[in-house]
Structures are given as structure tokens and as C-alpha cells.
């Protein structure tokens, strides 16, 4: 009983000395500043009363884009890559490994048969 006491005391010892120690009161702190308050005024004025100063981007539309390709090669491409045989095997699927294609690419194969088939019928 009278070890918990002790451990009581102690601790609202420790908290009265803790709760004892407070700031300085420095006064109020005085503003350093390079600009006069008219500037400042003039500075704001200015601001608000720019144009399209809360617009959030996107909100007038689409934004257009640089083309780089023609669009028929780029859905080309991608219906060649869709059509790859090999796109989901990486060299990391097996250790010391190294991917080499074993299948014809369906696209290939195509154009293969086309202008084989062409040249027989010229």
C-alpha cells in the first residue's frame, strides 16, 4: 500500500514540475518586410482581378496533343503487338534465361501468305 502511494506522489511530482515550465512572453513580434502596405494593397489588386485565376485545368475541354505518328501506324502497331505470340514472356520468367521467339507472328504470317499468294498469280 504504501509503495503505491509513493509511485502516486512521484508521478504528480513529475507532472507539477513538468506543467511549471512555460515560455517567456516576448511581446508581439515586430513584421519585416520589403514591400510597402500600397504595394502589397496594389500587389493583391492586381491578383484578383486577373483573369481566369481559379480555372482548373481541363475544365475547357480536351487539351491538344502533338502527333508524332500517323494514326493508322499506331493502330497498326498495336494490333501487331496484341497479335504476338511472345508479348507476356519476359527473360526474368526463368533464371539465366533467354526469350527467343518459336512462333510467326499472325500479322507476318499474313502478309507473308498475300504476297506469296500475289506472286504466284502475277
Known amino acids: 500500500m504504501k509503495t503505491s502511494h509513493i509511485f502516486a506522489a512521484a508521478a504528480l511530482t513529475l507532472l507539477a514540475a513538468t506543467g511549471a515550465q512555460a515560455e517567456a512572453y516576448q511581446g508581439v513580434t515586430q513584421v519585416v518586410s520589403s514591400k510597402s502596405r500600397d504595394e502589397v494593397n496594389a500587389e493583391a489588386q492586381r491578383t484578383a482581378a486577373a483573369p481566369n485565376q481559379n480555372v482548373v485545368r481541363g475544365s475547357r475541354g480536351a487539351e491538344t496533343v502533338a502527333v508524332?505518328?500517323?494514326?493508322?501506324?499506331?493502330?497498326?502497331?498495336?494490333?501487331?503487338?496484341?497479335?504476338?505470340?511472345?508479348?507476356?514472356?519476359?527473360?526474368?520468367?526463368?533464371?539465366?534465361?533467354?526469350?527467343?521467339?518459336?512462333?510467326?507472328?499472325?500479322?507476318?504470317?499474313?502478309?507473308?501468305?498475300?504476297?506469296?499468294?500475289?506472286?504466284?498469280?502475277?
Not at 498495336?78 to 526463368?94: C, H, K, L, M
Not at 526469350?99 to 500475289?118: K, L
Open 68 to 122: 508524332s505518328k500517323d494514326r493508322s501506324i499506331v493502330e497498326a502497331e498495336a494490333i501487331r503487338t496484341a497479335y504476338a505470340p511472345d508479348q507476356n514472356v519476359t527473360s526474368g520468367s526463368r533464371v539465366n534465361s533467354k526469350v527467343i521467339s518459336t512462333m510467326v507472328n499472325p500479322m507476318d504470317a499474313r502478309v507473308q501468305a498475300q504476297q506469296g499468294s500475289g506472286a504466284v498469280a502475277k
